[in-house]
């Protein structure tokens, strides 16, 4: 049957997905005689379906492990979904307020029941999409970070810490998240970088018994001052020395206040007065410290004012309603005297983008200084290395700064903080109820046998992505580990593919996860997670906005897909996705994916329609085989210092240009036969063999079409497949004859461009002359004169009367006798001649230049000065021509 003169994706990849599967090709098994290459996916969240930036990072990490298993190694890529804690319950919660259920109705096992659903029916979405991308992964080891085991392996790390003194319990200043109700990390707090606009408040507290005096204060939070048990000045504020140990009077509630002295206050920043917050501000808290200071909470859990603020009018109110509210009376009352707007650094959520509550509340946290030595010293000495090695800096900078992880959070759904209390607050940590009890018996015996109660909250899900390289090999069950370490050498899938090859990721989990996985691999395997991070950019729209579906700028990548194929999708994400750098995507990358797998496809029918013949083999066919071999085997060379390199996308344009340009432009070109006439044997056998390697090459990037061409391409077992063939090994390549090439396809070029610029039919023969050597295209001439449609091709004694050309810095002359208008060829020449001319100028301009001459480094002055000589050279034959003419 023929093949369609178009490549139907739709009909080609279901097809050898299904069939990869059925022959169990991803799978891979610990395997002593084979290399290991382990690549572990950042599992996306359960609640996630296919974005943009997915569909980049997972066709990344399907190249290197497709590339990885045809090399013979032993590849296996571990796929699994995060439980992600806040975005799951907030999902449920929605779910459950459309069936007018509030979560507040139902108990914590109730609503559990309810999130387990939800997670059935919806979780695995994200990684049936994947399969229509082509991941190659090993979907028998898919992992969930609450699955059975997972979650033990979670409850037993906290244990572990907790007993060697890196968990503690205990009451500080966290970030709170008012729309989720729970605690954050410090990294889970985003700041704009360019900042949000803010207004700064001037309000003036009275002095206490005085009627005219008054201390003016600045605060961007005047729904905080019922909260406020202090002002502070700066000791060394002259304006205020003789304030320090006064009393003022909160407004509107009147409540008495010191004025203290302390050396955090900035006396340049607005009025150099703070009010002090305690429980409203981490730097306030701070001072409330020193100065023995009450906290007066007035902010609920949901940002809402409570009791506390002594103002009926505000209570149940929302945060930001009250700031209105309070401001109009500070206004109305004469307390407020200045408004000024400012540029602020404002803390929001990562998962929810509500403003951060500074919050005192008891948390659970990790201690970070002392175990994330060796995962700083890792990066830091390239025992793991960065790509791009821009993101040290950044790496070095957050651990130097480490702070203590706060690692509860106040939700439902996730690995439950293993702390067990009973009605004093006494607590023990245990694993279950059962062995909490023998240890409570033990360590309060006097306490007879209490009721224990679990703690409610549970762990941020960073607490069990940061295990996820170890326990996707069962790393920490009982069998292996023990006495905090664990002992790989009795888990032969943990010794075997741990540490993993590459880790691909996004820059901006660097430290949520990436730096915290690092440091669980020291701490439980005494070795490193992984040995490279490759990061990619941020998938952005054309105008470099970040996608989103606010702005209705993020395609559906399943649509894309249906209309440009799952290669042409890889292709289009991979044109322009330097390791670091975002991503400006454009869906014409996808139509130009497309456009390159019906280049490939068109060129296999090309070459399938041949029929070969045992013919002697022309000389151009022999120059072409030879020359395109050693294309070939230079482009291999440059792929695999690409790949090294994780240049992804720079070892794409490598093949691109392989195939679009060098195969099918040239060497198909040059040993095309005539319509309905054979090929020759040996050319036919080559041209098959080369089509073979590329296709190859191509195959991990472009799995589908390459697999349906390769069983098209020759009669093959089914199970023979492209997916699990050898991958291309290097050879020498000849980089004269590639010079050759070069200069041979430049005077072809030359010949058409004449050709289209005087309308000289392509049919119609012509002399090519130089009065030189033809020593720079060497063999080349026979593919010259065939590609270029030339009766003769010579070398004179004498210049030519035509049009001429210039390839390097040897000239050649194509006579036109009564075919050339003589009057626009001289214009033409003219224009010509100007350019160059101002070329010169500003080649001369830079060497004229002491400075730029002194200071640049050899190499550059010696290609200055070759470009000037060239120049010279071309000014001087554009003026005899000009002569010639005339």
């Not at 803390?347 to 983008?353: A, K, L, V, W, Y």
């Not at 230079?634 to 790949?643: N, P, R």
């Not at 270029?788 to 035509?802: C, I, M, R």
């Amino acid at each position: 049957m023929s093949l369609s003169t178009k490549y139907n994706p739709a009909e080609t990849e279901d097809k050898w997905y299904r069939y990869w599967m059925a022959q169990n090709f991803f799978h891979a098994q610990a395997d002593a005689s084979k290399e290991p290459y382990t690549v572990v996916m950042p599992p996306p969240n359960v609640t996630g379906v296919l974005h943009m930036g997915h569909m980049l990072n997972n066709t990344i990490q399907d190249v290197l492990i497709r590339k990885a298993r045809m090399e013979g190694k032993q590849a296996c890529w571990v796929p699994g979904t995060d439980h992600a804690s806040i975005a799951t319950e907030a999902k449920v919660v929605a779910m459950l307020r459309e069936k007018g259920i509030k979560k507040s109705s139902l108990t914590r096992d109730e609503f559990l029941k309810y999130a387990w659903e939800w997670k059935e029916k919806y979780g695995g979405i994200i990684l049936e999409q994947l399969k229509k991308l082509g991941a190659s992964c090993d979907w028998q080891r898919t992992h969930f970070t609450m699955d059975p085991d997972y979650y033990k392996a979670v409850i037993r790390v906290f244990i572990d810490l907790y007993n060697k003194g890196y968990i503690y319990r205990g009451l500080r200043m966290i970030n709170w998240d008012c729309e989720a109700k729970t605690a954050l990390s410090n990294e889970e707090v985003l700041y704009k970088e360019e900042g949000e606009r803010s207004v700064l408040y001037s309000v003036r507290y009275q002095l206490k018994d005085s009627d005219d005096r008054f201390i003016t204060i600045a605060t961007q939070r005047p729904e905080t001052i019922m909260g406020d048990v202090a002002i502070a000045v700066n000791p060394t504020d002259e304006r205020y020395k003789n304030l320090i140990g006064k009393k003022v009077l909160v407004p509107f509630i009147n409540r008495e206040i010191p004025v203290i002295a302390d050396a955090y206050v900035d006396k340049a920043f607005g009025t150099g007065c703070l009010k002090v917050t305690p429980a409203h501000d981490v730097n306030d808290y701070e001072i409330g410290l020193r100065h023995n200071l009450p906290v007066i909470d007035t902010i609920n859990d949901d940002g809402t004012l409570n009791e506390k603020c002594e103002l009926p009018k505000f209570f149940g109110k929302d945060r930001f309603a009250v700031r209105k509210e309070i401001v109009k009376d500070l206004r109305e009352a004469g307390y407020l005297i200045k408004e000024e707007e400012f540029v602020t650094r404002i803390g929001r959520s990562e998962r929810t983008n509500t403003v951060v509550e500074p919050k005192l509340s008891l948390q659970w946290f990790v201690k970070m200084k002392e175990i994330s030595v060796r995962a700083k010293d890792a990066v830091e000495n390239e025992e793991i290395k960065l790509y791009p090695g821009k993101f040290k800096n950044t790496y070095r900078h957050w651990m130097e700064n480490v702070r203590d992880w706060c690692i509860s959070r106040q939700l439902w759904w996730g690995h439950r903080i293993p702390a067990w209390y009973d009605a004093t607050g006494n607590f023990v940590v245990a694993e279950n109820e059962t062995e909490a009890l023998k240890q409570y018996q033990s360590k309060f015996p006097q306490s007879g046998t209490p009721n224990l109660t679990q703690d409610p909250d549970v762990l941020d899900t960073w607490a069990s992505s940061w295990l996820w390289p170890i326990e996707v090999f069962k790393g920490f069950d009982e069998s292996y580990f023990k006495n905090g370490k664990i002992n790989a050498s009795q888990n032969a899938d943990l010794k075997y593919f741990y540490p993993s090859k590459v880790l691909v990721t996004a820059p901006e989990i660097l430290f949520f996860w990436v730096a915290r996985m690092i440091i669980a691999g020291y701490e439980y395997m005494d070795k490193k997670p992984f040995e490279d991070v490759y990061l990619t950019g941020i998938v952005r729209d054309k105008q470099g906005r970040k996608m989103s579906k606010s702005l209705g700028n993020s395609p559906d990548p399943l649509a894309l897909i249906e209309k440009y194929g799952a290669d042409g999708v890889r292709t289009g994400m991979l044109f322009s996705s330097p390791a670091g750098n975002d991503l400006l995507f454009d869906e014409k990358l996808c139509e130009q994916g497309r456009n390159f797998a019906n280049k490939i496809w068109n060129a296999f029918r090309l070459v399938k329609g041949w029929t070969s013949s045992p013919l002697p083999q022309p000389a151009e066919n022999k120059i072409a085989v030879e020359w395109f071999d050693s294309k070939l085997n230079q482009s291999l060379k440059e792929l695999e210092d690409h790949f090294g390199k994780y240049r992804i996308s720079d070892a794409l344009h490598t093949l691109y240009k392989l195939v679009w340009d060098d195969f099918c432009a040239w060497y198909l070109e040059i040993v095309k036969p005539e319509f309905g006439a054979p090929i020759d044997e040996a050319t036919h056998q080559k041209t098959i063999s080369f089509f073979e390697s590329l296709l190859k090459l191509l195959h991990p990037f472009m799995p589908f079409i390459t697999e349906e061409l390769w069983h098209e391409l020759a009669d093959r077992k089914k199970e023979n497949c492209l997916l699990v063939s050898e991958w291309p090994k290097t050879k020498e390549h000849n980089t004269t004859l590639l010079e050759q090439g070069l200069s041979a396809f430049e005077i072809i070029t030359q010949v058409r461009n004449v050709r289209n610029a005087k309308g000289i039919s392509p049919k119609e023969s012509l002399t090519l002359n130089t009065v030189s050597s033809n020593k720079e295209i060497g063999i080349f001439s026979s593919v010259v004169k065939k590609l270029a449609n030339l009766k003769s091709f010579d070398v004179v004694t004498e210049k030519p009367n035509g049009t001429s050309f210039m390839v390097g810095t040897q000239e050649f002359y194509i006579p036109l006798e009564g075919k050339v208008d003589a009057a626009k060829e001289k214009e033409e020449l003219l224009k010509e001649l100007e350019y160059n001319r101002g070329f010169l100028a500003s080649v001369m301009k830079k060497l004229s230049n002491e400075k730029f001459v002194n200071g640049a480094p050899p190499q550059v002055l010696e290609l200055e000065k070759k470009k000037k000589a060239d120049a010279d050279l071309k000014i001087k034959t554009l003026e005899e021509r000009l002569a010639s003419l005339a």
